[in-house]
């Protein structure tokens, strides 16, 4: 697997490992992606039945004057990989985002939706989808939102660092979405890599739909406070951020080829002692 070292990347290699899966992982010390040619790629991932691509360009804000720099790595570097697994006949497997989407919905886009993005970052993600559907590989692009994890800095971790600091927390809470563990989203991925002719588009995302300050309370309480009493809603008009961010990110993970991830809140009691580091 491509980006072994990130937050998501981290907890699917764990969870092959734990799994006894034959797997390597390759990151910036060892793989030179944006030097590289498909060519070259190809030579060096001959052999892997399976490439899973991890590596991202994930700073929202700053991509907007960092475009390059995500296009690069969202996009173009995406796109290599995936000819590269075309060349040595590997199933490839990708990870994007909801941001590919205008955030303007009222029902769960579905995976046929037409992407429509409004940000740099969801147009770099666009744009990795593109190359990788003209790249002639055997592909799979998850789409995923709103991740959390044990292995990196994410919301939660945020929204617990502020609470512990000021006591309180104002958060957004228009815009709407879907929380998912990186744990969940890994396993998808493994389950998905199992079938032999797995759908193009995949949306991987926890079930039900959250507010980021819905999402905030749940994250409180989990901390032993009464989330209603330290946690204040506030509007994205208070809360004004360099990127625009979907109002409404909420996707359709409907399968009938893998169990769609359980309800947002149930996977969060599951996973909340780990990510928060609760003794």
Not at 74 to 95: C, T
Not at 134 to 147: D, Q, V
Not at 205 to 229: P, R, T, Y
């Amino acid at each position: 697997m491509i980006g072994d070292k990130g937050m998501f990347g981290a907890e699917l290699f764990r969870l092959l490992l734990e799994k006894d899966a034959e797997v390597s992982g390759f990151n910036r010390s060892n793989l030179d992606l944006e030097v590289l040619t498909p060519e070259e790629l190809a030579a060096r991932l001959d052999g892997f039945p399976v490439i899973i691509n991890a590596v991202a360009y994930t700073a929202v804000d700053k991509a907007e004057t960092e475009f390059f720099e995500a296009n690069t790595a969202n996009g173009v570097i995406a796109g290599k990989l995936a000819q590269a697994s075309a060349m040595v006949g590997a199933r490839f497997m990708h990870i994007s985002t909801d941001y590919v989407f205008d955030g303007m919905g009222e029902k769960p886009y579905l995976v046929t939706h037409p992407v429509n993005p409004q940000s740099e970052y969801g147009r770099s993600k666009a744009l990795g989808e593109k190359l990788i559907a003209e790249s002639g590989a055997n592909y799979t692009i998850f789409r995923t939102a709103w991740l959390y994890g044990s292995l990196g800095r994410c919301f939660p971790k945020v929204i617990a660092d502020v609470i512990e600091r000021n006591g309180f927390a104002k958060v957004v809470g228009d815009q709407f979405g879907q929380p998912t563990w990186t744990r969940d989203l890994a396993e998808q991925v493994v389950a998905y890599a199992l079938v032999e002719n797995s759908p193009k588009i995949v949306h991987a995302v926890a079930s039900g739909k959250a507010s980021w300050f819905d999402f905030a309370i749940e994250v409180a309480n989990s901390l032993g406070l009464k989330g209603e009493e330290v946690v204040t809603n506030i509007s994205t008009s208070e809360y004004p951020t360099p990127a625009k961010r979907p109002a409404w990110s909420v996707l359709d993970n409907s399968s009938r080829l893998v169990e769609p991830i359980g309800d947002w809140r149930e996977r969060w009691s599951v996973a909340a002692e780990e990510v928060l580091g609760l003794p």
